[in-house]
């Protein structure tokens, strides 16, 4: 087969990929050295990896995580009281698998919306579907898809995602409504999604953001029996490093 209608019929079939790496095996002075095998596993390793990383960017892309972070960079010696063997744990994505949750709370630049965008970051790597929510933004775009008719829609793709972050949980109380359609979301993923919950009150005060006691009930009930703790303490990790930039700018 002559090479450049290879090529061609290669892109045609989207192995783009592949196709490169030919190409450039092409360009190789040495590549007779090289077995028929080894020359289709370069190319197929290529192909694999590429599309592996297109689909990790798409995870990525549809997060819309709020900063920038992974599990590597968790800074355990700030005085947060971090378990370690926990969160070495929960790197595995091993709960996600199971269907558990993470519950984050700590008073305010504590670090819980970058530890979960860690964990989030970290379940895009092992593939799983991620989306990350500020709930008052979220209580909104669910209230406002309702009045579009796009809410059926919504909640679809929300109970579809494998992992939903909902940050900033309480800052504003929840009505009844509001309720409702949280207690949806949360009874469609329970033992079969995973949710990051992340705020600054402690989840024995939840029962107090949401108007509705009966709602509140079950929405704690399918929250907390079933999800991991991470109760950080220590003073405003933006705090801290504002001095640590202040004390390098004077040195």
């Known amino acids: 087969m002559l090479k450049y209608p290879l090529l061609e019929q290669l892109r045609s ?12 095996q092409m360009n190789m ?12 596993g370069m190319m197929v390793d290529r192909e694999t990896v590429t599309r592996s990383n297109r689909r990790l960017t798409r995870r990525l892309s549809r997060a819309k995580l709020k900063v920038n972070a992974c ?15 926990l969160m070495m744990s929960l790197a595995s994505c091993r709960w996600i698998h199971e269907s ?50 796009t809410y ?9 995602t494998d992992l939903i972050v909902l940050d900033d949980w309480g800052l504003e109380r929840m009505n009844q409504r509001q309720g409702l359609m949280i207690l949806e979301l949360l009874e ?19 029962y107090e953001t949401i108007k509705d006691p009966t709602v509140a009930d079950a929405i704690l009930d399918r929250l907390i029996h079933n999800s991991y703790r991470i109760d950080l303490d220590g003073d405003s990790m933006r705090r801290r490093n504002a001095g640590l930039t202040e004390e390098a700018k004077e040195n």
């Open 71 to 85: 599990m590597e960079d968790i800074d355990y010696g700030a005085g947060r009281g971090l378990d370690r063997s």
């Open 100 to 149: 558990r949750g993470v519950l984050i709370t700590g008073s305010t630049g504590a670090g819980k919306t970058w530890i979960a965008c860690a964990m989030a970051h970290k379940a895009c790597l092992e593939g799983y579907s991620t989306l990350y929510k500020r709930l008052p933004n979220f209580l909104r775009e669910l209230d406002a898809s309702r009045e579009t008719g």
């Open 188 to 206: 469609d993923r329970y033992n079969v999604r995973s949710t990051i919950v992340a705020s600054q009150i402690p989840p024995e005060k939840w």
């Open 152 to 160: 059926d829609k919504l909640m679809r793709s929300c109970g579809k």
């Open 29 to 40: 002075k040495d590549i007779v050295t090289y077995s028929f095998e080894d020359r289709l």
């Open 13 to 24: 079939l989207r192995l783009h990929a592949m196709a490169g790496c030919l190409e450039e």
